[in-house]
């Protein structure tokens, strides 16, 4: 009875190491395409990163997006261990041993680094949604074809379209309807094709350049905490 029990137990290790070795052939044989596959993933993870930082980081971050990035460039660090691992054996000798584990290990650092990429473009989408709309639209009053307004409207629009000039006022006394046409090229699809964003903002006399550039950010959705230099930052918006 002992003796059978014995070769049972030496049948299952032989089986298991049996599956072991045929495990580690495959990653013998799949080394090479686990290191392409996890730079090839690793690159489109940075792409994402990049996007994230380049688009949308100028934005307030989520903590969960925070989170992400940090995870991001510890991934990418594990990462550049591993591809130094594979160069370094291929100087020293092949280890069959050492190759198999290190081909197992970029095969499991290749799905984690597709599955945080994946992470990170729902993240994505989610920012993009939380992004402010180009145009706000305005309640005002419709105006007909060829009345004076409307042809005061399509006089701006003209001027709007001449990238020589860059800056315009529309003057005149009260009640002649100086609102109305500004409400109305607000809502303009021309204006809308025209600019990225249009901004609609009612400043008083009491407004300072502080208050003005406040709005301007909050209507961006930029995250302006701890910033002191307002102007500079408007400026890089404008660039991007």
């Known amino acids: 009875?002992?003796?059978?029990?014995?070769?049972?137990?030496a049948g299952i290790e032989v089986y298991r190491d049996g599956k072991s070795i045929i495990k580690s052939i495959a990653y013998l044989k799949d080394l090479k395409r686990n290191y392409e596959k996890l730079k090839q993933e690793a690159e489109?993870?940075?792409?994402?990163?990049?996007?994230?930082?380049?688009?949308?980081?100028?934005?307030?971050?989520t903590p969960v997006?925070?989170?992400w990035i940090a995870?991001?460039?510890m991934i990418e660090g594990e990462v550049r261990?591993?591809?130094t691992k594979y160069n370094n054996e291929k100087k020293r000798g092949w280890r069959l041993d050492r190759l198999a584990n290190l081909s197992r290990d970029m095969a499991k650092k290749c799905n984690q680094v597709r599955?945080?990429?994946e992470e990170g473009n729902l993240q994505k989408a989610t920012l993009v949604?939380?992004?402010p709309v180009p145009v706000r639209k305005i309640h005002t009053l419709k105006l007909q074809d060829n009345s004076s307004l409307h042809k005061a409207v399509q006089h701006v629009l003209r001027f709007l379209e001449d990238e020589q000039i860059r800056r315009m006022g529309i003057c005149g006394m009260v009640g002649t309807g100086k609102t109305t046409i500004m409400q109305n090229l607000n809502n303009h699809e021309k204006v809308a094709e025209m600019f990225d964003m249009v901004i609609w903002l009612t400043v008083s006399k009491e407004w300072s350049e502080r208050k003005l550039q406040d709005a301007i950010l909050h209507r961006l959705k930029?995250?302006?905490e701890g910033i002191a230099d307002l102007k500079k930052l408007l400026r890089e918006y404008q660039k991007n």
């Not at 009875?1 to 137990?9: L, S």
């Not at 489109?44 to 971050?61: G, M, N, P, Q, Y």
């Open 1 to 9: 009875m002992a003796a059978e029990t014995f070769a049972a137990a």
């Open 44 to 61: 489109e993870l940075r792409a994402t990163k990049d996007v994230i930082h380049t688009e949308i980081s100028r934005f307030r971050l």
């Open 65 to 67: 997006m925070k989170g």
């Open 71 to 73: 995870r991001t460039g």
């Open 81 to 83: 261990e591993l591809e």
């Open 115 to 117: 599955s945080h990429r």
């Open 129 to 131: 949604m939380e992004l």
């Open 222 to 224: 930029l995250d302006v």
